[in-house]
């Protein structure tokens, strides 16, 4: 059963992508992040205690602003499923072996830091390390995008760091996939300047037509058309990271808010 139930505002973080309650099945929902935010004052507003001692005061404001809720989520939602495939699993599984007697041959007899950006990463880079015949250590960090609805700005905050240093180290960094490539070209910046023997980058997936920056990917498994990716580690809303294809997210017809397909958040 879907509802149609907004999630509680997260506190401190302005989101540059859609973000929806999403319940069973392959469904969910979308929101426009701006739409949203005006939701989420009208209802703010709406529950100002007149009187916080007083029950009936308190009761009123809640189912005032349960209703509200309910319209912001009525207006501001819109399905979402999953839609085409872009990348088949085994599709997957080859480029990682590729990639992996790739990057070996690269880096034979030297010793591999890997970088695995937080969330979406992960699932591809413990594919590929698997098919890594150097020696090799793994890191995560984890990084926040500020941005409009759309658009990364490229002012990135580090939200999780590096628990090793990385001076005099081959480091690699893992990303899922490179869009405006801003986020990347920070992260490149900042461990560029921890003074590392090499920084080179491997991206599981690209998207060319919506770059900003030129950047050195040095290693790409699959370039992509201009769709939100999800599936092998890429999520919507914290979703659909389990599945073991890539697939493009299928968003219904646009309503007000609108979050288009292109919208972005690391992790
Ligand atoms: P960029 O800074 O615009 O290159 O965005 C980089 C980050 O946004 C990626 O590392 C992903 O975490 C996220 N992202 C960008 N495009 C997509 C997508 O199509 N699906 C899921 N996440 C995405
Ligand atoms: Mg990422």
Redesign the pocket.
Same mark, same amino acid.
């Given at each position: 059963m879907e509802t149609r139930r907004p999630p509680s505002p997260r506190g401190g973080r302005v989101g540059n992508r859609a973000e929806g309650a999403q319940t069973g099945g392959n469904e969910g929902w979308v929101w426009g992040a701006h739409s949203r935010v005006r939701g989420v004052c009208a209802i703010r507003s709406e529950l100002e205690p007149r009187k916080p001692s007083d029950s009936r005061c308190v009761f009123e404001v809640r189912r005032k602003s349960q209703r509200l809720a309910h319209t912001a989520a009525q207006t501001y939602t819109r399905p979402v499923r999953i839609g085409k495939i872009l990348v088949q699993p085994d599709e997957l599984a080859h480029r990682v072996k590729e990639l992996g007697r790739e990057i070996s041959a690269e880096y034979e007899g030297r010793e591999l830091f890997l970088v695995g !950006?937080l969330k +979406?990463a992960v699932f591809f880079l413990s594919d590929l390390m698997r098919e890594l015949e150097v020696p090799c250590e793994v890191d995560f960090m984890a990084v926040a %995008?500020y941005g409009s609805q759309t658009d %990364?700005s490229g002012v990135v905050r580090i939200l999780k760091d590096l628990d090793a240093p990385i001076e005099g180290r081959h480091v690699l960094i893992v990303?899922? &996939? !490179?869009? %405006? +490539? =801003? *986020? =990347?070209n920070y992260l490149l910046r900042t461990l560029k300047a921890r003074n590392p023997a090499s920084l080179e980058v491997c991206a599981l997936l690209t998207?060319p037509e919506?770059r900003k920056v030129d950047l050195p990917i040095r290693w790409t498994g699959f370039e992509i058309p201009n $769709?939100? $990716? &999800?599936g092998y580690g =890429?999520?919507?809303a914290e979703r659909y990271r389990n599945l073991p294809y890539v697939a493009a997210l299928e968003v219904s017809d646009a309503g007000p808010g609108e979050a288009g397909a292109s919208d *972005? *958040?690391? +992790?």
């Open positions: !950006v +979406g %995008s %990364s990303e899922d &996939i !490179v869009d %405006s +490539g =801003l *986020t =990347l998207k919506r $769709a939100f $990716a &999800i =890429l999520d919507h *972005t *958040t690391p +992790g």
